[in-house]
């Protein structure tokens, strides 16, 4: 069973420029979560979808992060412009809607802002 | 405000050691603690506890959790070069469908 895909792997940007990050879930998770994992500290959610819906962004900058989950498979999360506190670890995890607490984390992308 | 603390930060042990990780929670409407292995970077599952005074076993590694106390520990026996990770605990509130909270990890080095 192929794990959750993430890329890129590793990202250098200035501050005030934008990126952008890609998940793939595991085949048949509806469940998909991004986190933030900032060295030294523990993943925080920053926005769950179910489907195509956001369950919850609570956590979400708005004014900078966005996220997007179109079809319903794959996501996109897009910082917009970057600062430097947020570089840190993005890492996407998906699970079973009947299995919420079975998260699997793909590899994670680490991004350096200058 | 939701929180999830782990004990100690570090840890830094020899093969063969036994080691205990500690990890207390305070989250509105508690459902579940989850503990993961983090390995350079994607977190992996390891146990998942709802009862209390309910051990969780797998191999060298067990698990419980007391809700009355608001903690659980992790356990490892015999430790080896290969458990070198970050575990990381998690709460889940049953408020929100998946939502996990994590504690800060604890850092372990086993030495040979």
């Known amino acids: 069973e192929a794990g959750v895909a993430q890329s890129p792997r590793y990202k250098i940007i200035e501050k005030r420029q934008s990126v952008a990050f890609w998940c793939n879930p595991i085949?048949?998770?509806?469940?998909l979560y991004w986190y933030q994992q900032i060295l030294g500290q523990g993943p925080k959610l920053l926005i769950q979808?179910?489907?195509?819906?956001?369950?919850?962004d609570s956590q979400l900058p708005k004014d900078r992060f966005s996220a997007e989950r179109l079809k319903g498979v794959d996501s996109t999360l897009k910082i917009q412009p970057a600062k430097l506190e947020d570089s840190a670890v993005y890492l996407c995890?998906?699970?079973?809607?009947?299995?919420?607490?079975?998260?699997?984390f793909g590899p994670g992308t680490r991004l350096t802002v200058t | 405000e939701d929180k999830v603390v782990q004990s100690p930060l570090s840890l830094v042990v020899h093969e063969g050691d036994t080691v205990t990780l500690n990890c207390s929670y305070e989250?509105?409407?508690?459902?579940?603690l989850l503990w993961y292995k983090q390995e350079k970077k994607a977190p992996t599952f390891l146990f998942m506890l709802?009862?209390?005074?309910i051990e969780k076993k797998s191999g060298r590694l067990s698990s419980i959790l007391d809700k009355k106390e608001l903690f659980s520990i992790l356990n490892i026996t015999a430790t080896q070069t290969g458990d070198s990770a970050v575990y990381l605990c998690?709460?889940?509130?049953?408020?929100?469908?998946?939502?996990?909270?994590f504690g800060q990890g604890t850092t372990l080095q086993v030495k040979p």
């Open positions: 995890a998906s699970s079973l809607v009947s299995l919420p607490y079975e998260q699997y």
């Open positions: 085949s048949g998770h509806a469940t």
């Open positions: 979808f179910q489907n195509n819906g956001v369950v919850d």
């Open positions: 989250v509105t409407n508690f459902r579940s």
């Open positions: 709802t009862s209390s005074g």
């Open positions: 998690a709460a889940k509130s049953s408020s929100n469908t998946g939502k996990l909270i």
